[in-house]
């Protein structure tokens, strides 16, 4: 984990570099002031030794307490937030590269932009995927692993993609290799795919839309359940073909779904009435079967699961002939994955008991304590702060970048 995740907590207040905010260095020991900064505690506290010169103040002695309202942060025991990982996976199919704005390289441009603004807050990797039928190449995967500070790594892979000769569009591949990506990433941090395409997806083989769609599906389902939420970006299609063209969106919206781990609306084949029809016509695709063996299907059963209706999960539509507008697009999408848990330092940690003489606020705004996990703040361990519910989603939105603590003395003690 980076030794300073989003941007410096100084005084008990975080400041993310989204909004290009930024927190005043404050002095050594415990600063006084609002929302996090605190005051030392009366007469005959004790000190104890955070490291690196740094002390923290616990009541003791004469029983004197810290003013009412007041923190006691400093050095060791500051708040930071895990870092997200997120894992860029680009559909590099020939029609990313056709007139009508290049969507390729508006979308390059707008990517390698907000990774470079986030490339100290977010640890990024790279999946570039198509595939080349002629030549029995499928798929074809670029890549970068994630790690920190990824920006030129990632930056250099992407600008030396070229259009490919045909360009197919086997999703499920990339998918596939994202899940095992994430799965052998180690470090902590909520882990996330942002997957952006500009049609639909196939085995590298033109054939029935039907099937490859319900790889998709499966593929993003195993990946949310392996707690891995995906978001999907939906370039528009450049195909003239009208009946794709009206099927796009819903193929898109059952993908979106299906990263979130909501409930899919299946998309059927023409004259479908439900689910058994996508196995009646997948089940002599030997891509579509070998896949069905592989998850362990059986009879009449589909790769992905399906509902009566759509969860209703966002589909992210941007125009990519607008650099600004994608841009931004971007950049909003990937606020939401600020972390919603954040590590306390140094070898203090807080007396559960009394967490309701504690307050965290964001924006200004207290967030109410609830210990039991449901909505709210609480502490899952004696040395971490988590947001849930409602709290975290508020904590999520592009325009909330500051979140304060005010944690009094008494109720902090050495490990």
Partial sequence: MKACAWTCIVGGSLCLAFAGCSASAGGSG??????GSGARAGGGASDVDLGSGATLALGGGDGADPEPDTGC???GAEFAP???TVLLLVDRSGTMFKDAGNPWGVLRDSVLKVVADLNDQVRFGFVAVTGEQAAGMCPLLDEILPADSNYEAVKAKYVSLSAPVKGESPGMRGLERAAEILAADTTEGDKYV????????DFCNDGDFACPTDSVVHRLQTLAAQGFKTFIFGLPMTSTDAQAQARYPLVLQAFADAGAGAAVAPVLPPGGTGPINIFYNCQGVPEWQAE???????????LGTYAAASGGTKVYTPDPTN?????QEIRNVLSGVKSCVFDIGGDIKVIQSRLDEAHVY??????PLDTGGANGWHMPT???????GSACENWRLPQNNKIDWDFPCQILEPK
């Fill in 362 to 367: 964001v924006e200004g705004v207290e967030v």
């Fill in 382 to 388: 004696a040395t971490q702060i988590e947001l849930v």
């Fill in 30 to 35: 415990i600063d006084s002031g609002n929302n």
């Fill in 73 to 75: 942060q400093t050095g």
């Fill in 82 to 84: 895990k870092v997200p």
């Fill in 292 to 302: 069905a063996l592989a998850a362990g299907r059986g009879a009449m059963q589909t």
């Fill in 323 to 327: 650099e600004m507008a994608l841009t």
């Fill in 194 to 201: 942002m997957f952006v395409t500009d049609g639909e997806q």
